[in-house]
């Protein structure tokens, strides 16, 4: 299929996108508000819910803003590559997690993205009243999948 019409289609199929469908598409987090579909041969990811979209949005404007010296990207605007978002998605939802949950150990897997949001904005009152400390942490520490490199 070519791009360009593949691009057209997932716009006019996917008009709430899923800002983690990187994360639940890497099998990395779950969300109990996504729902996968496919285009030809290609899946993508959207979310089930306008405030839950919303949320999760902020929180991912948020986290890109507070860690741009631990992934050392200063341009705000320009896009991540595909490590780093997935750096900023699953390292800020493990430290989210953590601080939500200080008591449990972090998870390799997050089950319910939405559902961590939610507890974080009960906990805090609000995104904005995180403490980031810790989550930026998560995220610099994230490491992600290593490369295979088979004998050549």
Same mark, same amino acid.
């Given at each position: 299929m070519? %791009? &360009? !019409?593949?691009r057209r289609t997932y716009r006019s199929?996917?008009?709430r996108y899923c800002p983690y469908e990187k994360s639940i598409l890497t099998n990395s987090c779950k969300c109990s508000r996504a729902r996968r579909f496919c285009i030809a041969e *290609? &899946? +993508?990811v %959207?979310?089930?819910a306008d405030a839950a979209q919303s949320q999760c949005l902020e929180l991912l404007d948020l986290l890109r803003r507070q860690a741009r010296f631990a992934l050392k990207a200063t341009d705000e605007r320009a896009a991540l590559p595909h490590s780093k978002a997935m750096r900023i998605q699953v390292g800020g939802l493990r430290g989210l997690h953590a601080v939500v949950s200080p008591d449990e150990p972090i998870p390799e897997k997050i089950e319910d993205i939405h559902g961590i949001i939610e507890r974080a904005v009960a906990c805090f009152g609000g995104l904005?009243? !995180?403490p980031l400390q810790p989550v930026i942490q998560q995220i610099a520490a994230y490491k992600g999948r290593r490369r295979f *490199? +088979? *004998?050549r």
């Amino acid at each position: 299929m070519d %791009n &360009e !019409i593949f691009r057209r289609t997932y716009r006019s199929v996917n008009e709430r996108y899923c800002p983690y469908e990187k994360s639940i598409l890497t099998n990395s987090c779950k969300c109990s508000r996504a729902r996968r579909f496919c285009i030809a041969e *290609r &899946e +993508g990811v %959207n979310c089930g819910a306008d405030a839950a979209q919303s949320q999760c949005l902020e929180l991912l404007d948020l986290l890109r803003r507070q860690a741009r010296f631990a992934l050392k990207a200063t341009d705000e605007r320009a896009a991540l590559p595909h490590s780093k978002a997935m750096r900023i998605q699953v390292g800020g939802l493990r430290g989210l997690h953590a601080v939500v949950s200080p008591d449990e150990p972090i998870p390799e897997k997050i089950e319910d993205i939405h559902g961590i949001i939610e507890r974080a904005v009960a906990c805090f009152g609000g995104l904005a009243n !995180i403490p980031l400390q810790p989550v930026i942490q998560q995220i610099a520490a994230y490491k992600g999948r290593r490369r295979f *490199r +088979g *004998r050549r």
